[in-house]
């Protein structure tokens, strides 16, 4: 019994030591030293050490160090503590540090050390801590390395925006004697039209050899000469090359212009966008900005003080993501057919647009704005009553019907529905009136005799015409925001007779009357088509459906029972060539005759003339559409009085140049 006791007694003081043991073995200081490097991993996340204990230095100017070297950065970095090596009372663990810097992810791994003080972990301070090889004084920074935007390129790939010659004008301060030289500036600035006290306080500020920038010319003009420039002491004009469009304003309305990012833009772009970024404003620069814009580098650089007077502070790059550059994004647009419509409409005062397209294919060629737009895109997104170019509808639908071009109409004087008369235009022929030929009814645009078909078209059949002509429909293929028109497929009275004669709550935008003619010249409807890698956007807007984007759908979906099945009924070739005889006769024997006179092959052509406002006599738009080989063409006059007195021969003068 008592040998027993003696070994039960043994294996107790046994187990004594070696809880002992493990209690020695635990308490030297590694579950210290590992939370220690866990609270400074997390205070470098938070850029907050302050509360910590640093060995060496101050907390707090520690702290204010690391404010200072980070501060550039615009971001916080996740810092994690890796594995810690004990050797007495130090403690080596490493820092693994990740940031999101612009586009790129920086990472990196630093060298941390701990020293033991009383029952404390004290962090041996250093700039190394922060980054490898950053030294004392030295602060982080990021600089944005720009991506190369892409660009916008016309019909054949074709640069909208190349490198175009340009004369920089301004003062040359080494040519000019320093007492003269604010006279100069102040000549130079009466010459150029800018602000004279402005532009002085330029040259005054400008060193000795300073060349100071009043204006960039594309070319001479009748007020500024080289002359004129050459004549103010010191006045030079210097020529050098910029990437520009071929005019000022060239497209403007439909591409958009590209600045820096304001304040609002910024805000919307959740983080995309930040201040000093270039963006796109209005049109396809908008629309494609992601795409445009592509992603800027980045570096992060350390700037260093200069170790003596005189000597250039030197930069360490610590990181650096290379920009990807933005793609470009190819459109159908003919440079010269731009071109021309923008100088074919230069002098036009109210709203105007003038859209060609090619039938074979839909290619937008030209969308042209007027200046009286203002910067809008009248030519893509106006919405306005077309007048009698919408008979091209009616005509379709009359056929539909059993109607042929030699089939007799009654056109008479005036016409009464529901107390409301309808008259035909000023000048109308009384040789046409009477019992006519529809093709005569069509050419000297009759509109009692359409207004007459009421009561055989209903309104849903004008609807299903004018879909099956390409219009009121979605354009999925155009890449652009565009109003395509707006054909209520339910009216009754005199809303349905307005109906007829393109009023009413019917809606054409310049670019579906054009599509329209398309339809005819190509004898199956026309869908147009502008940017043509659309699908390569990878921003959203450029998924978004037709109808979010801008695009008008068919004006009836609210009313399923209204909608005719336009889908599977669409403008034949024997249907279109009707129209085109009918279109021809406009100008063989109705009041397009000027048109005969375009040269190559014959024009087909249809005016209108549209009511709007409350004034008396009432406002009218004035419309053209026509078609000349594998061209179609609407022009677009808001305020313009008649078609083919206004628009007419803005047309004839945009297809005699077109060749």
Avoid at 10 to 26: E, F, I, K, W
Avoid at 176 to 182: E, F, G, K, L, T
Avoid at 230 to 250: E, H, K, Q, W, Y
Wanted: hydrophobic share 40%.
């Amino acid at each position: 019994m008592g040998k027993m006791k003696m070994q039960q007694g043994l294996v107790l003081g046994l187990v004594t030591l070696v809880m002992a043991g493990s209690l020695t073995a635990c308490d030297d200081g590694r579950a210290g030293a590992e939370g220690a490097a866990k609270q400074l991993a997390s205070s470098l996340s938070a850029l907050d050490v302050g509360s910590l204990a640093v060995a060496g230095k101050d907390a707090a100017a520690a702290n204010d160090e690391l404010k200072a070297v980070f501060g550039g950065l615009d971001a916080k970095p996740s810092v994690q503590s890796g594995g810690v090596k004990l050797d007495g009372d130090t403690a080596t663990f490493p820092l693994n540090y990740s940031w999101n810097i612009g586009s790129g992810k920086w990472e990196y791994t630093s060298d941390a050390t701990l020293k033991k003080s009383g029952d404390k972990w004290a962090v041996q301070w250093n700039p190394g801590l922060l980054a490898p090889q950053l030294s004392d004084g030295e602060t982080l920074s990021v600089k944005t390395v720009p991506a190369q935007r892409g660009q916008i390129l016309g019909a054949g790939d074709a640069p909208i925006v190349e490198d175009r010659p340009v004369f920089r004008v301004g003062i040359d301060k080494t040519k000019v004697p320093a007492d003269q030289a604010d006279a100069s500036a102040r000549a130079m600035a009466a010459l150029l039209g800018l602000e004279a006290e402005e532009y002085a306080k330029q040259v005054a500020a400008s060193g000795p050899q300073a060349f100071v920038e009043g204006l960039v010319l594309r070319a001479y003009t009748a007020d500024i000469t080289e002359a004129k420039i050459n004549a103010i002491p010191g006045g030079v004009s210097i020529l050098d090359s910029m990437a520009l469009a071929p005019t000022r304003t060239f497209a403007r309305a439909l591409l958009g212009s590209v600045g820096q990012a304001s304040a609002e833009q910024i805000e919307k772009s959740n983080g995309a966008l930040r201040a000093g970024d270039t963006t796109g404003t209005g049109g396809l620069q908008q629309k494609y900005d992601s795409l445009l814009r592509g992603k800027d580098g980045v570096e992060v650089i350390a700037s260093t003080q200069a170790k003596a007077e005189g000597e250039t502070p030197g930069t360490k790059v610590f990181f650096s993501s290379l920009p990807a550059p933005g793609t470009t994004l190819k459109t159908t647009l003919d440079l010269k057919l731009q071109q021309l419509a923008e100088e074919t409409l230069a002098g036009v005062g109210p709203a105007s647009a003038i859209v060609a397209l090619k039938p074979s294919t839909g290619a937008v060629l030209a969308a042209a704005s007027g200046p009286g737009s203002n910067g809008y895109n009248t030519a893509l997104l106006g919405q306005y009553a077309p007048g009698s170019t919408f008979k091209i509808v009616d005509s379709l639908a009359m056929f539909r019907n059993g109607a042929t071009p030699d089939s007799k109409v009654e056109c008479p004087s005036t016409l009464t529905v529901d107390g409301r008369t309808f008259k035909n235009a000023e000048g109308y022929p009384e040789s046409s009136l009477g019992s006519v030929a529809l093709r005569d009814a069509f050419a000297h645009s009759c509109n009692t005799a359409f207004i007459n078909a009421r009561e055989t078209v209903s309104q849903d059949q004008l609807e299903a015409a004018a879909q099956a002509l390409g219009v009121a429909v979605e354009a999925p293929q155009l890449g652009a925001d565009a109003f395509l028109g707006s054909v209520p497929g339910a009216a009754e009275g005199t809303e349905h007779a307005a109906s007829m004669i393109g009023q009413g709550k019917v809606l054409f935008s310049p670019l579906s009357a054009a599509v329209m003619a398309a339809s005819v010249a190509n004898g199956a409807p026309v869908s147009p088509q502008l940017v043509l890698n659309a699908d390569a956007a990878q921003n959203p807007s450029a998924a978004a459906t037709p109808t979010e984007s801008g695009t008008a759908s068919p004006s009836s979906a609210s009313d399923p029972a209204s909608v005719a099945p336009a889908s599977t009924k669409p403008i034949t070739k024997e249907e279109a060539a009707a129209l085109a005889d009918m279109m021809r006769a406009v100008v063989t024997s109705g009041h397009a005759g000027f048109l005969a006179q375009v040269p190559g092959t014959p024009v087909g052509a249809k005016t209108g003339t549209a009511e709007f406002g409350n004034e008396n006599p009432p406002k009218t738009h004035a419309w053209i559409v026509a078609t000349h080989g594998d061209l179609a063409v609407a022009v677009f006059v808001e305020d313009g009085g008649l078609g083919a007195t206004t628009s007419g021969p803005l047309l004839k003068s945009f297809l005699t140049a077109a060749g």
